[in-house]
């Protein structure tokens, strides 16, 4: 990939203050989604966060457990970098154009590293069994609480004129806190947990905020072409 691939700007799909380009996977539209200034572990419960008034950061509520957020705006091809913390023991994801999973997941320590490792490319749901996935060369985890980062090139499904696929998704490249975790990864279909919908040539966003505590900073993502 060149630089002439890249198309336009850095666009930062958080603004730190409010919900403004986003909207939750529910039937009436409520979520708990909030900004704030800070997320220490709770002293009593690292379970939790201690929530901190003030912007920058997108966590999903006090309890932890809220529908998925996702972009107003779909993308196909592009570049991500994301920041995420975590609670003791949570869990969460980061969904390209809502079908394609990366695991985030409390996985510190872990020496078994599977799918759903954190870093993983989830597996697909067929049949109540798991197929296919692909766990991260390592494990990059941190400890609970410090904060981690994925930057991704991504590549959107391919269509032909009648609508047809013609190729998967695939993960170019994932770099979990400066490790490469994967490369050149093909995505045959949605993973687990997906928004309901066949695959399409463009998709939102989508960060899981029904599994654990879980926070989200500096979300800048660009278009990209050829990826």
């Known amino acids: 990939m060149s630089a002439s691939d890249r198309e336009g700007e850095w666009k930062e799909l958080f603004n730190g203050r409010d919900l403004t380009g986003w909207r939750a996977l529910s039937a009436d539209g409520r979520h708990e989604w909030q900004a704030a200034g ?95 996935g692909a766990p991260p060369r390592v494990n990059a985890s941190r400890p609970p609480g410090e904060w981690q980062t994925y930057d991704v090139i991504f590549r959107a499904p391919r269509f032909d004129a009648a609508g047809n696929k013609v190729a998967n998704a695939t993960f170019v490249r994932v770099v979990w806190n400066g490790v490469v975790a994967h490369e050149d990864v093909e995505v045959d279909g949605p993973t687990r947990g997906a928004m309901p919908g066949p695959e399409r040539p463009r998709g939102p966003l989508m960060l899981q905020g029904d599994h654990g505590p879980v926070g989200y900073r500096h979300i800048r993502l660009r278009e990209m072409k050829g990826a």
């Open 38 to 132: 800070s997320l220490p572990l709770h002293p009593e419960d690292p379970r939790r966060f201690a929530i901190g008034p003030g912007g920058g950061i997108l966590v999903n509520g006090p309890g932890g457990r809220t529908p998925n957020l996702l972009t107003g705006a779909e993308y196909g091809d592009c570049e991500l970098h994301i920041e995420f913390v975590m609670s003791k023991g949570s869990n969460s994801g980061v969904y390209f154009m809502g079908h394609y999973e990366i695991q985030v997941l409390d996985s510190w320590g872990a020496t078994e590293l599977k799918y759903g490792t954190c870093g993983g490319i989830y597996a697909r749901w067929i049949d109540e069994k798991a197929v296919g």
